[in-house]
């Protein structure tokens, strides 16, 4: 089995977790493949999560103790959800993971959680990871801001309209936000940013997401943005394993 501390896994697993299916998505999932979380157990006791719902992808690694061989498992999502409830409870101590050929259990103090892998191959996505070493453009913004920027932004937009919003950076560390509608016009937003490197980017993204891609580093000031290009995934990082991968919008400009 594994053990690792419960208080690592509750912070890797809420950040992880935003990017997998939810429950309610789960029985119209064409992929349940992606309706959890993939967990990857080595023998030198690491444990690798990750999650995507093919427009983001989250990563994190935790070191433990293990015993016996390596495993690696697909954990759905409604078992994610009741294990971070009972990580909320219990914060404190370890908790254990044990497997069998078609269950993993699960020990948290007084709890026991059990629940069958979700059946089918993950996703490789160690394609994306790699695009981290490809440089392209990179800059530190700041998470508070953007995320106020990009909720105001989704609130923004009718509800079950199209949302979308741009990210112009500039060379001289400035970042411009901008969302368009049709029924509540132009919102504007601008902030400095640091560090910046590269060519001049501009992206769009669905305001949602980026928000919550924000959240998830709500106790850093900041947080690394890079990408290679306009097309490409941009990757939100910030010290540590923890990787945040964002699918842009790619409008093409017709000629």
């Not at 979700?118 to 800059?139: D, I, K, N, T």
Request: charged share 20%; proline share 7%; hydrophobic share 45%.
């Amino acid at each position: 089995g594994l053990m690792v501390s419960a208080d690592a896994l509750r912070t890797a697993l809420s950040r992880v977790s935003v990017a997998m299916y939810t429950d309610d998505e789960y029985p119209h999932c064409a992929r349940p493949q992606l309706a959890g979380v993939y967990m990857e157990v080595s023998l030198d006791g690491s444990l690798l999560l990750t999650a995507t719902d093919g427009k983001r992808l989250t990563h994190d690694a935790l070191r433990g103790s293990m015993s016996g061989v390596s495993r690696s498992w697909i954990f759905p999502a409604p078992a994610v959800e009741l294990l971070l409830k009972l990580l909320g409870k219990h914060p404190s101590g370890d908790i254990e993971f044990t497997w069998a050929q078609d269950m993993i259990r699960v020990a948290l103090g007084p709890w026991r959680l059990f629940s069958r892998p979700v059946e089918g191959v993950y996703p490789e996505y160690r394609v994306a990871l790699a695009q981290e070493g490809q440089g392209g453009f990179s800059a530190e913004v700041p998470v508070a801001a953007l995320r106020g920027a990009a909720e105001q932004a989704a609130r923004f937009f009718p509800k079950k309209a199209p949302a979308c919003v741009r990210l112009d950076f500039s060379p001289d560390n400035r970042l411009l936000m901008v969302a368009e509608s049709r029924d509540h016009g132009e919102m504007r937003v601008s902030m400095p940013v640091i560090g910046i490197a590269g060519a001049e980017l501009s992206q769009r993204f669905n305001p949602r997401f980026l928000a919550e891609a924000l959240g998830t580093f709500d106790d850093a000031p900041g947080v690394v943005f890079q990408a290679p290009d306009y097309r490409k995934p941009a990757l939100l990082k910030n010290g540590g394993a923890y990787r945040h991968f964002l699918m842009p919008l790619v409008i093409e400009e017709s000629k």
